[in-house]
């Protein structure tokens, strides 16, 4: 079954609470929202297309991985110490925006076919 939600907001509460995996969810048509997270490495399997992700802060992250995301309308990251982002099944970015990705070393997109919107670095 094929599970869609609107928007999910997601606030680490300034600590290094996991986040949540959504088992069954494949489509946020709105916008995914990440804050306050101390972990180094935040993932979100299953999800396979997204709207809007916003994730502007985290300073401990070094790594963000959408294992199963294949397009995305807008993905906004401001992120000073992540180092690895993964999306290997992408294919498609609407807008990309990245601001303060000073210590960025590694992009796997393998499939990415197109950017169609702005690119923001």
């Known amino acids: 079954m094929h599970e869609t939600v609107q928007n999910i907001t997601l606030n680490g509460g300034n600590s290094a609470t996991l986040v949540p995996v959504f088992d069954g969810l494949e489509e946020i048509t709105g916008t995914l929202s990440v804050t ?17 992700y916003v994730q502007t802060s985290g300073s401990a992250q070094k790594t963000l991985t959408f294992a199963d995301l294949e397009s995305i309308e807008i993905l906004k990251l401001s992120l ?10 992408l294919a498609r970015i609407g807008t990309l925006d990245f601001s303060s990705m ?20």
């Open 36 to 52: 306050n997270y101390k972990l180094a490495d935040v993932a979100f399997p299953n999800i396979k297309r997204i709207g809007t």
């Open 80 to 89: 000073t110490a992540l180092t690895t982002l993964s999306a290997p099944k």
């Open 102 to 121: 000073w210590k960025l070393e590694q992009i796997d997109w393998p499939l990415l076919e197109e950017i169609t919107g702005e690119m923001k670095i």
